[in-house]
């Protein structure tokens, strides 16, 4: 079977793929990033090869790779092409696309081609520089940055980076980039400005470059969210391969939804052209409510309906969303308790908007996410995630969410440890063993075997907890007696019973 590249994009296009027009691989090289993963492939390259087949943009991506070896010589052999395999849920339709993206030109190894990277970023044409590193990438080492090789840490290879192109180009403010890293830490562009200072420093260069750097170069804040798994499993992959009609060593696999809020002003918007041929992406001054809505709604959502869905017998989100008395749970969590508690102001019609498409990417049937392991560090997730909701939902109505309490309550009973092996607690559902794996389990262990008979003390003690809350969540009225009545529930008629008793019944929830 033939190879994707260029030769092959050229010739007759098979039915199942959306091929690049021949004339992007002219576009000159506006873009540097670090990174080849998945995330990366899917998202960003993604978007600047849909706004380039449109006419917006107009340029392609040279890749920094930190090592030698592994998917760099897949990119040789395929001309730097890849294809991404939509799938998922959009507007409560079925979205099947395979699109072939040729934004990136070549990909370069730090490691051993590090004069070419310098030699890149004197070019004229260079605008933007876009990273994922993991978490771990922006953070402080203390590099030599004009060495012959490339410093070891992302932030001191950005600084080499800035570095040559300041001594291309002198003070022209015109030759300052847009750095958008899309590492998944608060306040990522933040962070790497300040690292970069501090290594500037460090390395004593020019007060003149540190002046440019600060002035000229745009550190944004950004927010990834897309869900791309990349390779599909060998059976499936096989399957794609035979329908695609040609062997691609770097296809990727992606859901429907995507998005990227990026901090930034007019010049921003202007150099991100990119910006206007997709909804997912969102420039703005202030991108916290972005960051808000992934959490309260997404994030905060898994967290309160894992236990609960677990306890019910669904092994994943998509099964639990096949189910119309846990999807109602899982939806009114959301809309009618979650999203009025957001602790920040949203806009009304984006929060509307991005819980609908929680709700399309839940039910999204290529994507199996299981329960069990969103339950990981489940005490430390709801205090992050829920907890400031809570008490603003407190502050604005004065009374229980209902759907919060009950998500509180399969909490409580989840972390009913039985027993221990090798160190590690265990629950037990329908005579089956599960993994707790949460840093509070021992408490709940013992809490559970002092309080066997009484789980309204159960209740009392962990939500009188300060430890665990950093508040008294007794103190909220009617609080405790919500949660206590639907562990009782829980506890007589079992989680997908209670969900129905609890939930569905408006006498329940009245």
Not at 37 to 64: C, E, M, S, T, W
Not at 212 to 237: F, K, M, Q, Y
Not at 366 to 395: F, G, Q
Request: aromatic content about 10%; hydrophobic content about 45%; proline content about 4%.
């Amino acid at each position: 079977m033939r190879n994707l590249s260029q030769r092959l994009v050229a010739g007759d296009a098979p039915v199942a793929v959306e091929m690049p027009q021949a004339s992007l691989f002219a576009l000159p090289e506006k873009v540097l990033q670090f990174g080849t993963g998945v995330l990366l492939r899917g998202l960003p390259d993604y978007l600047i090869n849909k706004a380039n087949q449109k006419g917006v943009f107009n340029g392609r991506i040279v890749v920094v790779k930190s090592t030698d070896g592994g998917d760099i010589t897949a990119f040789e052999r395929q001309d730097g092409l890849y294809t991404v395999g939509i799938r998922g849920i959009e507007d409560e339709e079925t979205i099947e696309r395979n699109v072939v993206c040729a934004a990136i030109s070549r990909v370069l190894s730090a490691k051993s081609q590090w004069a070419e990277v310098l030699a890149f970023a004197a070019a004229p044409e260079l605008q933007v520089v876009i990273s994922n590193t993991t978490e771990v990438g922006i953070q402080f080492a203390p590099d030599d940055i004009r060495q012959d090789t490339a410093p070891s840490s992302f932030p001191g290879k950005l600084l080499a980076v800035l570095y040559t192109r300041w001594q291309a180009f002198g003070n022209d403010p015109s030759k300052g980039l847009v750095i958008v890293p899309t590492e998944l830490i608060p306040a990522n562009g933040t962070q790497l400005e300040k690292i970069l200072l501090e290594l500037a420093h460090r390395n004593q260069l020019e007060s003149e470059f540190i002046d440019w750097l600060e002035t000229a170069n745009t550190c944004c804040n950004s927010l990834v969210d897309r869900i791309v798994p990349g390779l599909p499993d060998a059976d499936a992959h096989q399957q794609l391969t035979e329908e695609l009609g040609y062997q691609d060593d770097l296809l990727t696999m992606s859901e429907a939804y995507l998005l990227w809020a990026i901090e930034g002003d007019a010049r921003v918007r202007e150099v991100l052209s990119f910006h206007s041929t997709d909804k997912g992406i969102f420039i703005q001054p202030d991108i916290n409510q972005f960051r808000e809505l992934k959490l309260r709604l997404l994030n905060g959502t898994h967290t309160l309906s894992c236990g609960l869905a677990f306890l019910s017998g669904f092994a994943t989100v998509r099964a639990a969303m096949e189910d119309k008395a846990m999807a109602g749970f899982i939806s009114n969590l959301m809309l009618a308790d979650l999203l009025p508690g957001i602790p920040y102001p949203v806009d009304e019609k984006i929060a509307q908007r991005f819980a609908m498409q929680v709700l399309d990417r839940f039910r999204n049937p290529y994507i199996e996410h299981r329960w069990l392991a969103i339950t990981l560090n489940y005490s430390a997730k709801l205090r992050m995630r829920v907890l400031a909701d809570l008490l603003h939902y407190y502050e604005r109505f004065g009374k229980v969410p209902q759907y919060v309490a009950l998500g509180f309550a399969a909490y409580l009973l989840f972390m009913r440890a039985t027993e221990q092996h090798n160190g590690k607690w265990h629950g037990e559902l329908h005579g089956e063993s599960y993994s707790i794996e949460d840093s509070q389990a021992g408490y709940f262990a013992n809490l559970w075997e002092k309080h066997a008979d009484e789980p309204a003390e159960v209740v009392h003690e962990v939500l009188a907890n300060e430890t665990l809350w950093e508040h008294d969540l007794t103190q909220l009225p009617g609080f405790a007696n919500r949660v206590t009545y639907f562990l009782h529930q829980l506890l007589e008629v079992g989680g997908h019973a209670a969900v129905k008793a609890c939930f569905i019944s408006k006498a329940a929830v009245s």
